[in-house]
């Protein structure tokens, strides 16, 4: 359970200082992107206190942070349509191919992680996209102090809970398939170069 302290702590004023990365930019920040961006530190700031793993990134300028980079993608907090905050596991490892195979194999199991972090998940593959997501959300009004405070307390929970149960599968399943798929290349070309069917190095005769 997650208490809610309205004073900004030390962590919500590293976040809120953090805007010159990539992700932060110099440029412009429109006013309901910067009140999204507080929010998510507010968010950030109760999380941490449970889960010292999770890392303060660079304030972006959109409508959506992301933190925790890794093999797998990144986790991110979002404010998408109908006024809904999103916490994700954002799967992109570069490969469509790599994406879809990691989604699949997390959403074949998908009651063993709905268990583990003890919520629903919303399994996206974005079959028409490179990534997919594994998301969950919460409604949000941010100009009313109810509806903000209780989406606070629920994505910070959700955030720690996925964090703690999904990080390092994610991370750990995501090496694996990259590893595989570059085992098999190089088996491939292995096997082209014992059949005599790979390129032809010839010597420098002047060397």
Known sequence: MFDVVSRPNNWQKVAKNAGEGPAGGSGTVSPVNGQRQDFFAEILSDAIRVQPAIRVPARSR???L?????????????????G????????DTGHKEFNKELFDEFAASSEYWQQAVGFALSWERL??????????YRELDLNDEASRSEARAGAAS???AMFNA???PLRTRARQIRHAATAVIDAAEAKEHDDGSGPI?????LN
């Open 62 to 64: 959109q409508n959506w």
């Open 166 to 168: 999904m990080n390092e």
């Open 84 to 91: 809904r905050l999103r916490v994700e596991a954002y799967i």
């Open 158 to 160: 959700a955030l720690v």
């Open 201 to 205: 190095l010839v010597a420098d005769s």
């Open 127 to 136: 079959d028409g996209k490179r990534a997919s997501r594994i998301a969950t």
């Open 66 to 82: 992301a933190l925790m980079s890794g093999p797998f993608g990144y986790w991110a907090l979002s404010v998408v349509t109908l």
